[in-house]
């Protein structure tokens, strides 16, 4: 099975604090994503790495920045975290390819005070 | 650019009754099209994919699509539902150009069956 774990299911962090949001699979997947769900707001993408030290924004990179040194892991980084960024993080990853179906991480659920 | 849109914010439904989820998508490109479901506090999970082929398509826990081009639709729909299938079930095309790769997704249906 394949298997995307994230570091933590529930965070509480302080406005200001810089926070790192974990997330490792198991499957030599090439893709990894970094999404953001909100209420009536569904999926929204951050931020994308189709290898090794490569990134690409997604549709709301403000506010993070994301690190992948090793293949099997992503890490969502926010510099210095704000209330509005209390939302749930879901880590995806994939095959490269077009027909490949992304699998995605429990979440992890942030509140921000 | 693709987008997706799905219908109902929230659908109430009794136990073993019929339902449909309604998506429907624009793309000026070759469509491949997804749903998920996502049960309460967990992650999103692959209930069935469109990529070329059959229109109709069949997933897991008796759930199928129907790929309409002419309507630009992905109706998911299940004829009869359990308590058990209340999650909610998110709608997604695979973005092109400069998000190729990305699945661009709907803002989900909250299904709730009641029994």
């Known amino acids: 099975d394949v298997k995307v774990t994230q570091s933590s299911r529930y965070l509480v962090k302080r406005t200001g604090e810089k926070v790192f949001l974990e997330c490792v699979q198991d499957?030599?997947?090439?893709?990894m994503f970094w999404y953001r769900q909100d209420p009536g707001l569904g999926l929204r993408l951050i931020y994308f790495?189709?290898?090794?030290?490569?990134?690409e924004k997604g549709d709301i990179p403000e506010g993070y920045s994301v690190s992948r040194e090793k293949k099997e892991r992503f890490s969502l980084i926010l510099e210095s975290a704000s209330t509005n960024q209390t939302s749930m993080y879901l880590c995806?990853?994939?095959?490269?390819?077009?027909?490949?179906?992304?699998?995605f991480g429990p979440g992890t659920r942030l509140t921000v005070l | 650019a693709q987008s997706v849109t799905q219908l109902d914010s929230q659908v109430p439904v009794f136990e073993e009754a019929p339902v449909e989820l309604r998506c429907n998508y624009s793309?000026?490109?070759?469509?491949?099209l997804f749903w998920y479901v996502q049960y309460p506090n967990q992650g999103l999970q692959l209930l069935l994919k469109?990529?070329?082929?059959?229109?109709l398509v069949k997933g897991i826990n008796g759930f199928e699509a129907e790929f309409n081009k002419s309507q630009t639709s992905f109706h998911l729909r299940k004829p009869s539902v359990h308590i058990s299938d209340t999650a909610e079930y998110f709608c997604?095309?695979?973005?092109?150009?400069?998000?190729?790769?990305?699945?661009?997704f709907g803002k989900g249906t909250k299904l709730s069956v009641k029994p």
């Open positions: 790495s189709y290898d090794v030290k490569m990134k």
């Open positions: 469109y990529l070329s082929g059959s229109t």
């Open positions: 793309s000026s490109v070759s469509v491949y």
């Open positions: 995806a990853s994939s095959f490269s390819g077009t027909y490949n179906e992304q699998f």
């Open positions: 997604a095309v695979r973005g092109w150009g400069g998000s190729q790769g990305n699945l661009i």
């Open positions: 499957m030599d997947h090439e893709n």
